[in-house]
C-alpha cells in the first residue's frame, strides 16, 4: 500500500456523522464529511493557545460543519500572513476549531473535542522546527519541518 492509501485509510477509519463539544457541554458540532487531512501542530501558537507541546487535530470540508451554542472568537496572524480565527465556547473557553482565511473551505477541529476519538489518528506533524524540545513527537506518516503549502 502506498503513503496515499495509507493516508486515506487512517482519514477514512472516522466515518460521518462524527460528534463533540466542549467541555461543558454548551458548545456541540457535528460534522457531516469524512476529514481530509489530520495532524499534530507543533507550531509556537498552538502550544500557547494550548498550553500544551501540541494540539492535534482534523480537517473537514467547511459546509460540512454545524455548531451550536455560544462561541467567542480568538483572530491572529499566521506564518503565512493569513489571519487564523480560532472558535471557543464562551461558557468554558474550551477551543473548538479555527479556520485560515487562506482556507476558507476547511474547518480545523481540535480533536480533543471528540465525543469519541477512538478512530482518530493523526496522519502528520508540522512546524516540527518548533516543537517542544522536552516531548518526542507521535510517529506520523508524513512529517513537517513547517505548514507544507497545499
Known amino acids: 500500500m502506498g503513503l496515499r492509501e495509507k493516508i486515506m485509510a487512517q482519514l477514512s477509519a472516522m466515518q460521518p456523522p462524527i460528534h463533540g463539544g466542549c467541555l461543558c457541554g454548551k458548545v456541540t458540532y457535528v460534522c457531516r464529511a469524512t476529514p481530509v487531512w489530520s495532524v499534530n501542530c507543533h507550531c509556537h501558537s498552538c502550544q500557547a493557545l494550548s498550553g500544551a507541546p501540541f494540539v492535534s ?8 460543519f454545524e455548531t451550536s451554542g455560544d462561541t467567542v ?7 503565512s500572513g493569513y489571519e487564523v480565527v480560532t472558535t471557543h465556547c ?21 480533536a480533543s473535542t471528540l465525543d469519541d476519538a477512538s478512530n482518530f489518528k493523526p496522519v502528520s506533524n508540522v512546524y516540527l522546527s518548533e516543537a517542544a524540545h522536552w516531548v518526542e513527537p507521535p510517529e506520523t506518516l508524513v512529517s513537517f ?4 503549502h497545499a
Open 73 to 79: 472568537s480568538y483572530r491572529r496572524s499566521a506564518e
Open 145 to 148: 519541518p513547517k505548514m507544507p
Open 90 to 110: 464562551a461558557a468554558c473557553g474550551s477551543r473548538v476549531h479555527a479556520q485560515s482565511k487562506g482556507a476558507t473551505h476547511l474547518k480545523n477541529v481540535f
Open 57 to 64: 487535530a482534523f480537517s473537514v470540508p467547511a459546509q460540512s
